[in-house]
């Protein structure tokens, strides 16, 4: 675990607070309110606990740093991850139904509706009703969407690199353990 991991960063924002109430505490006594420095929250460490060795601590964790690092590379911090492997599926299965969609990328009804609803306003996709049978909905790219998709797949292509660069030769056994959670843990 690097100093920067998760358990420095829980550590200093325990401490932090530790730090600024005992800072705010003397400063009501002494004169005027003080924050604590950003130095001193960021040395001190947060104890995790059990957490540390919690496999879904870290994945969301690892998650949560891939989904930043891809926001901050696209430049898109409304469209993330989630959103460019929903244009993926959609481009790659077009007429896809909106439950097959959902399955496909591991979301529930309660957030496939607004993460469609979302690519829908910002019109990358549209809803169309199938030829065969008219109560059911196919997703479908827009020429926009296409286009927002091509772009992406560019970043995708460069954050996937640095992943593969920190994973290294194990990146087929990495990914293989993980399908291995998604696919028993349900």
Same mark, same amino acid.
């Given at each position: 675990m690097t100093k920067d991991g998760p358990q420095a960063r829980a550590r200093a924002a325990r401490d932090g607070r530790r730090a600024s109430k005992r800072m705010t505490d003397k400063a009501k006594s002494s004169g005027p309110k003080v924050r604590a420095a950003k130095s001193v929250a960021a040395a001190a460490p947060v104890d995790l606990g059990n957490l540390e060795s919690y496999i879904g601590f870290h994945l969301r964790v690892a998650q949560d740093a891939s989904f930043r690092a891809f926001a901050r590379e696209t430049g898109q911090h409304g469209i993330k991850p989630g959103r460019f492997a929903a244009?993926?599926?959609?481009?790659?299965?077009?007429?896809?139904?909106?439950?097959?969609?959902?399955?496909?990328?591991?979301?529930?009804?309660?957030?496939?509706?607004?993460?469609?609803?979302?690519?829908?306003?910002?019109?990358?996709?549209?809803?169309?009703?199938?030829?065969?049978?008219?109560?059911?909905?196919?997703?479908?790219?827009? !020429?926009?969407?296409?286009?927002? +998709?091509?772009? &992406? @797949?560019?970043? $995708?292509? *460069?954050? /996937?690199?640095?992943?593969?660069?920190?994973?290294? !030769?194990?990146?087929?056994?990495? +990914?293989?353990? &993980? @399908?291995?959670? $998604?696919? *028993?843990? /349900?």
């Open positions: 244009l993926m599926v959609i481009a790659r299965n077009p007429g896809i139904s909106q439950v097959a969609l959902g399955q496909t990328i591991a979301r529930d009804k309660s957030s496939i509706t607004p993460l469609i609803q979302d690519l829908q306003r910002l019109g990358l996709i549209e809803r169309r009703n199938a030829a065969d049978d008219r109560r059911r909905v196919e997703l479908c790219l827009t !020429a926009a969407g296409e286009k927002h +998709l091509e772009r &992406l @797949r560019r970043f $995708a292509g *460069e954050h /996937d690199a640095k992943l593969d660069a920190i994973v290294g !030769a194990k990146k087929d056994e990495f +990914l293989d353990l &993980l @399908r291995k959670i $998604a696919n *028993e843990i /349900d």
